[in-house]
């Protein structure tokens, strides 16, 4: 498939789709989470790797050596009434968890996919080790092992911001093994870096991050991710991730994220795009601006970084076999922003292709 702006179709594939998905999306999606997030402290308190969080669906560990060290990655394995052939591994991004993937796993697993959310190790429900080398090639090993694991040899890759940077690292490396790429406003589109970010070190990284707290993330995912929006669906996210650093195990937690961070600094995707050999779908919210350390970023370059209305368009046109869908009302997180418009989308993006 040529590159092309789906934008015209969305109106009426929404409108063909509109009843069966709406029907889903206020019966059984959006539930989960609101009535989550109405049983939640106003400042949850979570162990290191989420102890006291529930997740919408069974969690299941897979064990593992890493660099030498044993290791436990949590994972979600969603299998629907009756496959149609396809699995589909969602990916998360940086402030996000597996679990915050509910509506969009249970809007595929209701359309045939198989669905496997796993957490990556460092994140939310899985191992934290003290001292670990973080690099999206390894990320994308112990992902492969997990798909081994469960017997998944041809899947769609579909990440989400970091996710994102994750899922082109693995189609990169495992090309045969990707059937198609789906990116959600994937981060490492530019290089902070080049573009005059300086250098945060890992001790600066671990200072930010002991500061983690619902308000601020709360604060940050409004403007950034919801375009100044806030509704009640968006609160459990927030204590999901923020209550990992009001528990004893902030420090570890804090640590993790700090080399996680200066993974995502120093290994943008930005250079590599030419070189996927994947069909490739680009869902981007428009309106988003993120940027990895922009907080660290002189203040006359910050109005120059996290443009995905540009970053988008650009990335299209790198990759080789790829589809561009732009929410222009849309931020960071478009499948949780509108899950309706995200979901009609996407389901046309898998479905147009396979």
């Given at each position: 498939?040529?590159?092309?702006n789906?934008?015209s ?5 929404f ?23 109405q049983?939640?402290?106003v ?13 919408p ?10 660099q ?7 994972y ?11 699995t ?5 991004g ?39 080398q ?5 990320l ?21 911001s ?18 198609q790429?789906?990116l959600?406003?994937?981060?490492g ?10 250098y ?37 996210p ?14 570890i ?6 080399l ?7 290994q ?23 940027a ?10 910050r ?9 988008g368009?650009?990335a299209?046109k ?22 309706i418009?995200?979901?009609t ?10």
């Amino acid at each position: 498939m040529g590159k092309s702006n789906f934008k015209s179709f969305i109106t009426i594939a929404f409108m063909k789709l509109f009843l069966l998905v709406s029907t889903l999306f206020l019966a059984n999606i959006v539930t989960p989470f609101i009535a989550c997030a109405q049983s939640l402290p106003v400042d949850a308190v979570y162990g290191p790797e989420l102890e006291g969080y529930s997740y919408p669906y069974p969690i299941e560990y897979f064990e593992f050596k890493s660099q030498g060290v044993d290791m436990r990655m949590a994972y979600m394995d969603i299998r629907p009434k009756s496959e149609n052939g396809t699995t589909i591994v969602l990916l998360h991004g940086k402030n996000f968890c597996a679990a915050t993937w509910v509506g969009t796993a249970q809007f595929l697993v209701e359309h045939g996919y198989r669905v496997i959310a796993p957490d990556q190790i460092g994140f939310c429900k899985s191992t934290k080790p003290e001292k670990y080398q973080y690099t999206f090639q390894q990320l994308g090993v112990n992902t492969k092992a997990l798909l081994d694991h469960l017997g998944v040899s041809h899947a769609v890759m579909m990440g989400h911001s970091t996710g994102g940077m994750l899922a082109i690292r693995y189609a990169l490396m495992y090309p045969e093994k990707v059937k198609q790429l789906v990116l959600v406003n994937p981060v490492g589109l530019e290089d902070w870096k080049v573009k005059g970010i300086p250098y945060p070190t890992v001790d600066q990284w671990y200072q930010r991050e002991l500061g983690t707290n619902a308000g601020r993330v709360r604060n940050y995912e409004r403007s950034t991710y919801y375009v100044g929006q806030w509704r009640e669906e968006f609160e459990a996210p927030v204590q999901m991730y923020a209550g990992m650093y009001q528990g004893p195990g902030r420090e570890i937690v804090a640590w993790n994220s700090a080399l996680i961070y200066d993974m995502i600094f120093t290994q943008p995707i930005f250079y590599e795009l030419e070189q996927l050999k994947v069909p490739t779908l680009l869902l981007i919210g428009t309106k988003d601006t993120t940027a990895i350390a922009k907080d660290f970023a002189p203040t006359e370059i910050r109005p120059l970084l996290g443009n995905y209305s540009q970053l988008g368009k650009a990335a299209a046109k790198k990759i080789p076999q790829a589809t561009l869908i732009e929410f222009d009302n849309l931020g960071h997180a478009p499948q949780i922003q509108d899950p309706i418009i995200f979901n009609t989308a996407l389901l046309q993006g898998i479905e147009g292709r396979n």
